[in-house]
């Protein structure tokens, strides 16, 4: 069985090691963008199974990335998860930012940071798993 693969995008780069480093230790392959355009192009050459993304990202926001990757034909199906520091956008799943782009689905989950490590790769297992 080919590992699943995840895109982190954070601009933070001891997030990125962190999330990488215990996600390939729960059998995931891993790469990162630190930004919204780099993760475009990572997202067409890397292909991944589920996208973790940061809001505050330079540049577009990572919701911005988030509608982005809806609005794409190809992409719109991958599972994203969201991470933030922000309790308003983790209250509502990011639901009040997101309905000005009429999207019928958001992120598949919105996670704060710190992240729960435990949390996080139970998810993703669920959702590398359910044959999107």
Do not use: C
């Not at 990488?20 to 890397?46: K, M």
């Amino acid at each position: 069985m080919a590992l699943k693969r995840v895109l982190v995008v954070d601009d933070d780069p001891d997030i990125v090691d962190y999330l990488g480093f215990f996600l390939e230790d729960e059998g995931y392959e891993v790469s990162s963008a630190n930004r919204s355009s780099s993760a475009l192009t990572a997202l067409d050459e890397f292909e991944p199974d589920a996208v973790i993304v940061d809001v505050v990202l330079p540049g577009r926001s990572g919701l911005d990335l988030l509608v982005h990757i809806r609005q794409n034909e190809r992409w719109s199906e991958v599972p994203i998860i969201v991470l933030t520091g922000n309790d308003a956008i983790v209250q509502d799943n990011g639901k009040n930012y997101l309905a000005g782009f009429q999207l019928e689905r958001g992120a598949d989950l919105v996670l704060a940071k710190p992240v729960d490590r435990d949390a996080l790769v139970a998810v993703l297992g669920r959702l590398t798993n359910s044959g999107r």
